[in-house]
Structure formats: C-alpha cells, structure tokens
C-alpha cells in the first residue's frame, strides 16, 4: 500500500510500496520517510525536490523522477539509512545533496545500483555530495553536466564510470573515486583533482581535445594506469603544466601546478616508483 501524507507531499510505511501511477503534484517536493522501500515504475512524473530521507527510494524504469528533481539523500531528526537505489536505471536530476545526522549517531547516505547504471548530474549553481556516511556504490556511472560545479568529498566505492561532459568535478582533498572505478573520462569542462588519491591507480583517464583538462592541484602527484589525449593512447611518463616539473608538458590538458603520473602505454611500459 502506497501511503501519501499530503500535506507533507511524504511517501511512508516501514514495508514495500510501489507508484505505478503517474503523479503530478506541481512543484512541492516528495519525501521517502520510515525503513521501506518504494519502487517508482511510472514515467512522466511531475513534482519538485526528492528528498530520501529513510529507506530506500528506488527505480523500477528510466527518469521516473523529473529531471528538474534537485535530490537530496539524509535525514536530521534521528539516525537514519537513505538509499537512492537506481536499480540499474539512468536517471537525469537537475542536483544532487546529502544531510547527516551527528547529534544522535549518525547514519548512511548511499547512491547505488547493483547492476550498471547511470546518474546525469545537470546543475546549474555549486553543489557538494560526500558528508560523513555518504557515497557512491555498485556499478553506478556519474555523468557531471550542467555549467557550475560538483563537488565529493568522499570515498566512493562505485565500480562505474566518471565522466565530466560539462562544467566542473572537483574531488576534494578529502575525496577519491574509489579503487573500484577506473574509467575517468572529461569529454569537456573540467576536472579537478586535490589530492594524490582521488583516482584508482588502475584507472584509464581519458581527456578530449578541445577544451577539456584535468587540473592537479599544487603537490599533487596522481598515478594512473593508462592515460588517452583526444584519440592518442599516451606513453608512460609524467605530464603536466609548463614549469609543474614534469616529463611531458602539456598546457591544452592539464591546469594547476600537479603532476600526473602514467604507468603503462600501448608498449606494456611500467614506471616504477620508489
């Protein structure tokens, strides 16, 4: 049984629901409260922010949330569990958010999918996802459109891809892909790392011509296993900036005083670092 509290736009009960109807309730926000899970099949919806606060909110088809949703992920009040299960979907949101309780033990925050999915992050003003508690998990790919930034700062675990298509994706000092993503692609825009540890050392970084650089931040030495400019697999060395300091200097698609180090090309070459 799906149960709407209307004047609160929330989605309760501590059991399964599912939304096959279309909804349309304008621009007020619905709300994923108790430790249930709801499955949303419909398409076309139409409603505001959607906000998970408890349990799991979870898709059962593509952008079955408007994709002008601003999805914040966490709760407040008490110590809770909120899930955004893309159930290996593509769902395109306009933002993404988190909130985390700390007055009362804390909780999780998660994006996940056990099976190859797709969140298109489009924002259009800065935001920032990685309180203690929150990441990224499974097999979800995140694509940053949208012109202003996104930030994370924290330890994802997604064995998906990240792809900067527009704007920028700043990795905070704090923050990392994760070991298991090693696909990292800026097709434009920006990317920005750091640290050291924001991308796998087992990862492709791949960065098109035209317009699209990584910016490695002032002491930063990121390792990556293969690196592709444009359509050019790379040798194993270093790269970076006029006067970073590295092997190989390239202005077109690297930004910030960093290096990035290569450790294999098309050769098998290794670079051993002591």
Same mark, same amino acid.
């Given at each position: 049984?799906?149960?709407?509290? &209307?004047?609160? &736009?929330?989605?309760?009960?501590?059991?399964?629901?599912?939304?096959?109807? %279309?909804?349309?309730?304008?621009? !007020?926000?619905?709300?994923? =409260?108790? *430790?249930? /899970? %709801?499955?949303?099949? !419909?398409?076309?919806? $139409?409603?505001?922010? +959607?906000?998970?606060?408890?349990?799991?909110?979870?898709?059962?088809?593509?952008? $079955?949330?408007?994709?002008?949703?601003?999805?914040?992920?966490? *709760?407040?009040?008490?110590?809770?569990?909120?899930?955004?299960?893309?159930?290996?979907?593509?769902? &395109?949101?306009?933002?993404?958010? =988190?909130?985390?309780?700390?007055?009362?033990?804390?909780?999780?925050? *998660?994006?996940?999918?056990? %099976?190859?999915?797709?969140?298109?992050?489009?924002?259009?003003?800065?935001?920032?996802?990685?309180?203690? #508690?929150?990441?990224?998990? #499974?097999?979800?790919?995140?694509?940053?459109?949208?012109?202003?930034?996104?930030?994370?700062?924290?330890?994802?675990?997604?064995?998906? +891809?990240?792809? $900067?298509?527009?704007?920028?994706?700043?990795?905070?000092?704090?923050?990392?892909?994760?070991?298991?993503?090693?696909?990292?692609?800026?097709?434009?825009?920006?990317?920005?790392?750091?640290?050291?540890?924001?991308?796998?050392?087992?990862? %492709?970084?791949?960065?098109?011509?035209?317009?699209?650089?990584?910016?490695?931040?002032?002491?930063?030495?990121?390792?990556?296993?293969?690196?592709?400019?444009? =359509? /050019?697999?790379?040798?194993?060395?270093?790269?970076?900036?006029?006067?970073?300091?590295? !092997?190989? /200097?390239?202005?077109?698609?690297?930004?910030?005083?960093?290096?990035?180090?290569?450790? &294999?090309? *098309?050769?098998?070459? $290794?670079?051993?670092?002591?």
């Amino acid at each position: 049984m799906l149960q709407w509290v &209307r004047a609160l &736009r929330k989605i309760r009960g501590w059991g399964n629901t599912i939304l096959n109807s %279309t909804a349309s309730i304008g621009t !007020s926000s619905i709300q994923r =409260d108790d *430790k249930g /899970t %709801t499955l949303i099949n !419909s398409t076309n919806n $139409v409603w505001g922010g +959607s906000n998970v606060l408890e349990g799991t909110l979870k898709l059962g088809a593509d952008n $079955v949330l408007p994709v002008t949703t601003t999805l914040l992920i966490g *709760k407040t009040g008490n110590k809770a569990d909120a899930v955004f299960d893309l159930n290996g979907k593509s769902q &395109r949101v306009a933002s993404i958010s =988190d909130i985390h309780n700390t007055s009362v033990g804390g909780g999780t925050q *998660k994006i996940l999918s056990s %099976t190859p999915a797709t969140l298109i992050v489009s924002n259009d003003t800065a935001i920032t996802f990685g309180l203690t #508690g929150s990441s990224i998990e #499974g097999e979800v790919t995140l694509v940053k459109m949208g012109a202003e930034s996104l930030t994370l700062t924290s330890t994802n675990a997604t064995s998906g +891809s990240f792809i $900067v298509s527009n704007g920028t994706l700043v990795v905070s000092a704090l923050g990392s892909f994760g070991e298991n993503s090693t696909n990292v692609t800026v097709v434009a825009g920006t990317l920005i790392l750091q640290s050291s540890v924001s991308v796998s050392d087992s990862a %492709t970084l791949t960065i098109a011509d035209g317009g699209a650089k990584v910016s490695l931040a002032a002491g930063v030495n990121e390792i990556v296993d293969y690196l592709i400019l444009g =359509d /050019t697999p790379k040798r194993a060395t270093t790269y970076g900036v006029t006067g970073s300091g590295a !092997s190989v /200097t390239d202005d077109a698609h690297f930004d910030g005083s960093g290096i990035l180090t290569v450790l &294999r090309d *098309k050769s098998g070459t $290794v670079i051993v670092i002591r």
